[in-house]
């Protein structure tokens, strides 16, 4: 760089200026360039340290007792991806995590443990393995164990997006607890049985009033498709959750998915802008992320950067849990996928 190119650059630097043209490349990148990485957390691994923090902290005192899954591309910044957060939540046995309500959309999806509840605006529902249950924004929740043993979820939330936008608030109920408004399965018999209340009109971003959906139902789904036909090349067996009432993903910026993988089965190779996180809830298998592989079993954790080309495979017959921004992505004309 010349003398008068650098003097030029530090006088206009004193009046907030900077030139375009010596950072276009990074800001219109030819294709993403994520500064997530590919990473794999093991469960049986960390399992010990989740149920250590029971011993650290209280979960009235800490209000949500959570081990951050950090990216190891951006660490010290709370997120597994650009947009999303995820980490695993420990409720031991007689805790409560008080209620309160953000405008972060959260989801659980529940891995260790049985006994726990999650309360939404004023109906509790038990949290089962498998169970996927979002608290959509600015709703009241809090979480409860009445069993026996330590239950552990995992959390995921937008909170990168919603810090993007400076648009956080949150706010604490006047009660540890709600008080219980509807029985349990209400909103399942409302809103997720091809059936809705009569005067209820939602917009098409509003969120899902069913805020569980349960295990058991959607592994009866994924069965049923694959023994009908076989398996996507490059998906497998797979299949998105939706808001019953308008078809679009549960939270207007989460996407969630589920996948079937049969024994022996490899995708092919494919890559989309929206990094998603996979979760391993039956069997065990490789994901080969941009050339390196990861060896995923029983809840494991793994994450797949923007643009990086996924191929999986399974061991024996695996079940995937995954979550992604894609609703965000394809409401602003972003979103892309490359089938390799």
Not at 208 to 217: A, G, L, Q, S
Request: proline share 8%.
């Amino acid at each position: 760089m010349s003398a008068q190119r650098r003097a030029y650059y530090d006088r206009i630097a004193a009046h907030g200026l900077t030139p375009l043209w010596e950072v276009l490349g990074a800001l219109v990148p030819p294709s993403p360039r994520s500064p997530a990485q590919p990473a794999l957390w093991r469960y049986a691994e960390l399992r010990q340290y989740v149920m250590e923090a029971g011993e650290v902290i209280t979960a009235e005192e800490a209000e949500r007792r959570v081990l951050i899954l950090e990216n190891p591309g951006l660490r010290g910044q709370s997120c597994i991806t650009q947009s999303l957060y995820a980490g695993l939540q420990l409720i031991l046995p007689g805790e409560v995590a008080p209620a309160h309500r953000h405008t972060q959309s959260a989801l659980r999806l529940v891995l260790d443990g049985e006994g726990a509840y999650t309360a939404v605006d004023g109906e509790r529902t038990t949290m089962r393995r498998g169970d996927f249950i979002i608290t959509p924004a600015w709703t009241f929740h809090d979480h409860g164990n009445l069993g026996d043993q330590p239950v552990v979820w995992l959390d995921g939330l937008d909170i990168p997006t919603v810090r993007f936008l400076d648009a956080g608030f949150a706010e604490k109920a006047a009660t540890h607890t709600q008080s219980v408004a509807r029985p349990e399965g209400d909103a399942l018999a409302r809103y997720g049985s091809n059936l809705l209340p009569m005067d209820y009109a939602p917009k098409p971003a509003d969120p899902t009033r069913v805020f569980v959906y349960p295990h058991d139902k959607t592994r009866v789904s994924l069965q049923a498709i694959a023994s009908a036909g076989a398996p996507d090349p490059h998906l497998g067996h797979k299949l998105r959750y939706v808001n019953p009432a308008t078809g679009a993903s549960p939270m207007p910026t989460i996407a969630a998915f589920t996948q079937w993988l049969p024994a022996g089965f490899e995708t092919r190779g494919l890559r989309s802008t929206d990094g998603t996180i996979h979760v391993c809830l039956e069997g065990e298998g490789e994901a080969e992320i941009a050339g390196t592989t990861y060896r995923y079993a029983e809840n494991d954790v793994f994450v797949v950067p923007s643009w990086h080309t996924l191929k999986l495979r399974a061991s024996r017959d695996a079940m995937l849990f995954s979550f992604s921004d894609r609703p965000v992505q394809q409401a602003l004309g972003l979103w892309r996928e490359e089938r390799l």
